[in-house]
């Protein structure tokens, strides 16, 4: 395979990883949930804990092929800023429509600017997609090795050694820790509804996440090189396995933890996404065993619009109710839920089976976008 050819493998990893947010995002109840389907209640590291951060080693991967391509091609490197800065601005106002939703004016749906929640999962996918591709254009790739390997050890430094102000020690307990108390300094009342002392996409554990992308960077440097595909792969298993030894060694020191994502998390969680693209690079790339692929490719197309868009209609779902006979508020998604799949399934087989025909209804939308060539860009 050319440097210059579109990887297949990314856009089945992307739409995989997509199907997989929206699979642990959209059960049927949330009260019923296979544990791996769950984010660990703290630390250590389940299914739906890999589902993030795979997506920003992809979001690396991808700003490795599409800006040195955009650069090969003798564009402005302006144009290459100013296009960074309006993607970055883009995704983060979507992830600002789906924290406030629908902004108090349908459905009775209570909304306050002074508690909108400002952190998520789109607005820190900015961030990281904004910081790694400025790196990557305007910095040697010596200096990203060193500035990822310093964020990580001095996230460590800073998370296990800083005493936390009002607490008096460091630690990394829910509420007490370092990047909980930055939270609160910096967000006030714009935090997670969950927690509200806290975030899960806050501000110094963003810092980390751009770890993340950075390696997702460098294993797209190593495709994108003129090595052969058997030696390319070997690599990415050496790698991959390396990264997994290296978090498992580190999460002794900084535990797995996807709520304040550690180091340990990042080299683990990127190990493990290594791995699985070797995996499918070898057999879709390069063996070219592809006919199983088009409904991942179909979702990883437009991975975004699909996220965004089943995140609104979940909403919805959620919003549009009235009163049963009995008394009780019902909701469509509960409606729904309880005639259709509740009816006849044991609750957390109900929950499940809910969320995978959901993934079906989106794929079946998203595969009309993709027969008539409609790939919505962010």
């Known amino acids: 395979m050319k440097p210059s050819e579109r990887l297949l493998s990314l856009d089945v990893f992307r739409g995989i990883t997509i199907m997989g947010m929206i699979l642990v995002n959209n059960p049927g109840t949330w009260s019923a949930i296979y544990p791996q389907l769950e984010h660990a209640k703290w630390h250590g590291c389940t299914f739906t804990d890999l589902i993030f951060p795979f997506f920003l080693f992809i979001v690396g991967v991808a700003i490795s092929y599409s800006l040195s391509k955009r650069k090969a091609q ?54 990281v997609y904004m910081i790694s591709s400025i790196l990557f254009l305007s910095t040697s790739t010596k200096f990203q090795y060193w500035f990822t390997g310093a964020i990580l050890v001095i996230y460590t430094m800073l998370m296990s050694l800083v005493p936390v102000p009002e607490v008096g020690y460091a630690n990394f307990e829910p509420g007490t820790n370092l990047s909980a108390w930055i939270d609160r300094l910096v967000l006030g009342n714009h935090l997670w509804s969950g927690t509200k002392l806290w975030d899960p996409e806050g501000v110094l554990s963003t810092i980390p996440a751009i770890g993340s992308a950075m390696l997702g960077i460098f294993t797209g ?69 592809t006919w199983w692929i088009k409904p991942f490719q179909v979702y990883g197309m437009n991975a975004i619009t699909v996220f965004f868009l089943s995140g609104i209609v979940g909403r919805i779902m959620y919003m549009v109710k009235w009163n049963g006979a009995d008394g009780s508020v019902v909701t469509i998604k509960s409606y729904l839920f309880d005639n259709f799949f509740l009816s006849w399934l044991e609750p957390i087989n109900a929950s499940l089976a809910w969320a995978v025909v959901y993934i079906l209804i989106w794929l079946g939308l998203m595969w009309i976008l993709y027969a008539k060539k409609i790939f919505i860009k962010v």
């Open 221 to 289: 440097n190593l495709l994108r090189s003129e090595k052969d595909p058997k030696t390319k792969t070997v690599w990415l298993y050496v790698y991959g396995s390396m990264l997994m030894v290296a978090g498992w060694a580190w999460s002794f020191w900084f535990p797995l933890n996807k709520n304040i994502w550690t180091s340990s998390y990042v080299l683990w969680t990127a190990g493990l996404a290594l791995n699985f693209l070797a995996f499918c690079y070898w057999f879709i790339d390069v063996k070219k065993v």
């Open 74 to 127: 003798g564009g402005s490197m302006n144009a290459l800023y100013l296009n960074i800065f309006r993607r970055t601005i883009i995704l983060f106002a979507l992830g600002l429509i789906l924290a406030g939703f629908p902004f108090g004016l349908l459905f009775g749906h209570e909304f306050s600017w002074s508690t909108i929640r400002i952190p998520g999962v789109l607005q820190r996918i900015a961030v």
